[in-house]
């Protein structure tokens, strides 16, 4: 179902997501070299690495919260084919667009095995738990760590099968 309201609700967890994907790379350590830890949006981790896999899998699970599963895949789809000016990386390279689309489907698997009860925050922290958890297991789709700038990214990944290639 399409309800104006739930252009807010998706905003707020888009921000949500961005907000605790930042407290997670934070703590990531850098590459040597690498001056910071985010891209030049300087508020969300850089493509391809854990901490972008961990904003795709909790943007997921924040979502599933208000929306249904075929809504929640409509919407992280089109947000990945969609061609604007402020997300040229992903349409210029296809293997972010990939990693993306595996870890939403991450976010949406890892949803269904999350207990339902408690207050919002609680079900937060379990699920920032549960994403942790899941690349730390090398579960999610990641690039291996190399060459800090954002084209050298397209170098290698983690884990192929966990990204639909191998």
């Given amino acids: 179902q399409q309800h104006p309201w739930n252009a807010d609700r998706i905003f707020r967890a888009t921000n949500r997501a ?3 994907a930042g407290r997670y790379w934070a703590e990531q350590p850098l590459p040597p070299g690498h ?3 985010y891209d030049e949006y300087e508020d969300r981790p850089p493509d391809g690495s854990k901490g972008n896999a961990y904003q795709h899998i909790i943007w997921n ?3 599933l919260e ?3 599963e075929e809504e929640v895949k409509a919407l992280v789809t089109a947000h990945e084919i969609e061609e604007t000016p402020d997300a040229p990386d992903d349409i210029q390279n296809p293997m972010f667009r990939q990693m993306d689309m595996a870890n939403n489907y991450y976010g949406q698997q890892l949803f269904k095995t999350l207990p339902g ?3 919002t925050e609680a079900k937060r922290v379990r699920s920032d ?4 958890d899941f690349i730390a297991a090398g579960k999610a789709c990641s690039r291996k760590r190399g060459d800090p700038s954002r084209r050298a990214y397209t170098e290698g990944f983690e884990s192929p099968a966990r990204c639909g290639i191998a």
């Fill in 129 to 132: 738990q549960a994403v942790r």
């Fill in 117 to 119: 009860s408690g207050t």
């Fill in 18 to 20: 961005v907000e605790m």
């Fill in 61 to 63: 699970i924040l979502l």
């Fill in 35 to 37: 001056m910071s830890g």
């Fill in 66 to 68: 208000f929306l249904s």
